[in-house]
């Protein structure tokens, strides 16, 4: 199997900044480095997860690899095809082939449209189907994602989040993609919503052999449905690995913190102790000269705030960017 | 779609739009309803004159040239808002004036709508130069004083011809004010559009590749035409003032009869006491402004889809 065949997604060195735009002529300042060098690849039938806290970029980079964003540089290639340098044509296709649901169930749907028209609208927009054909179609994805048909000419307002939700993605599905981008699909939703949510995504992905790339800033939703996880901090990854690896062994201080959040009852369970990394993003606009997590991490020495640490593989599968990562791997996660 | 759902027998559950839902709480506004029977009741004044213009019925009312009895006559059983110098029913004149009034306001509001929600649109969702544009070209325009703006358009336009058409005294007056008058409607219409453009199933749309014509007409339109009925209702107002106005300072219908020439009239006459041609249009502007007044405030109450579920 040849690489292109083997992934149904890569991306490369993806930056997208945003000006920084300020005084009477609006002279650009400087930039804020949403999307600073991401780099991942997504097996085709595979999940990946993207995690990490509010504003590290996360749907930016997800927003620019669908091409709702301008990113700054960089390179995706989706199935063998060059997105940013696609052209109209191949442009289509690929907008028929990726598709995105995104987080707020209720922001996401039209609210002056009928639920069945929403799912139609892609079709409409992409083929030419007869009103019966369509009405069908609207029908199947209405009972794919496990809402009756019966309810195709109410509105969003008369619906549940979690029914929504499913709407949203009975869109995302309705031209058959391949790629489907979830970004934050279940962050909105109630805890008991989530897993119906989440087992559909799953039954989905069985069924119609989808690729996800799932954003959460959630470890436990992601432990659950993803392949390979990848953890974002400031517009890099800083940590990916297999969700296994990941989970049995975080190497980056950053995801141990995440990890210390997922909420836990047993108090004897793998890290039950608090972490002690305290604080919270710093500025954008300037971002440090040495690791970007240095500010908070307890580990930090002086190497770490001189240079920028790269990203390597230290296990099998597994690379992190860190200086210190020998260290958690004897300290055992215990910081 | 609903038919097709019928055919394969299948009962799809009816819901309830937004606007069905606006509608149905506008209704139970007891006092928004009264209004609103007073404001079709202007509207039906004015189509009935213009259907018994077009058949060259003679009803009484519309027979305003009449004369039905002395000159200032004042108001009795009789002449109910009395006569004035010719003798001519001042009655009449007020109903025939609706006509002026309501058709004036009518088409500028039109005239605007059809100038401001396109440029509108067009500035919010494409924004950059487009916008910049637009938005100096309204600036300027609403920085000139309004009634010297539209006095300024109707001595332009009297008189002249336009695709043809000679633009009688009633035509000049709501080109002018419609001209004028698109500001207000564009700059709402833009930054509703500004609000809406990023929301999530505007990128949806974009996401699945509909085109820009397509996001606009079919995500963002429908979802700010609620303020464009409500900005209808309340502009109708000042549109009716703006043609009083206009007919005031004689740049209105020249020979026949309006509230705002009727005002004019009475500026002599009340120094002799004759005070019910004052009354008469002032009473008639009163009403209709009043009513569309409190039902545009019930308007803009019950389609906000923001203040639903009260």
Redesign the interface.
Known sequence: MSDTDKYMLEVNDLRTYFPVKKGLFRRTIGYVKAVDGVSFKIEKGQTLGLVGESGCGKTTAARSIIRLIQATSGKVIFDGTDVFSADKQSLKQIRKDMSIVFQDPYGSLNPRMTVGDIIADPLKVNKKLSSSQLTEKVIDLLRKVGLSEIYMNRYPHEFSGGQRQRVGLARALALEPKLVICDEPVSALDVSIQSQILNLLKDMQDELGLTYLFIAHDLAVVEFLCDIVAVMYMGQIVEKATSEQLYKKPLHPYTRLLMSAIPKVDTSARYAKKSKIKGELTDRGQLPKGCSFAPRCPLAEGICIQKKPDLEEKQPEHTVACWKCQKMLDLNGEI | ??D??K??K??????????KDGLRRLARRKFAMVCLVIILAYFAVTAFVYVAEFFDWQPGPVMWTEEVGPSYQPPDVKYIFGTDIFGQSVLRKTIYGAKTSVTVALCASLISILIGVPLGAIAGYFRGVVDEIIVWIYSTLSSIPYILLILAFAVVLRDKTLFGLRLTGMTTVYLAIGLTSWVGICRLIRGEIIKHKD???V?????????NA?IIF??LL??VFHLVIIDFSLRFVSFIHAEVILSFLGLGEADKPSWGAMINDARIELARGVWWQMAAATVAIFFISLALNIFGDALRDSLD?KL?MQ
Do not use: C, F
Request: glycine content about 6%; overall charge positive.
């Open positions: 779609m609903t097709i759902v055919d394969k299948i009962v799809a559950v009816k819901g309830t739009s937004l606007w929301r999530e199933y990128l949806a749309a974009r996401s699945y590749g509909s085109s397509r079919k995500q429908p979802n889809p639903r």
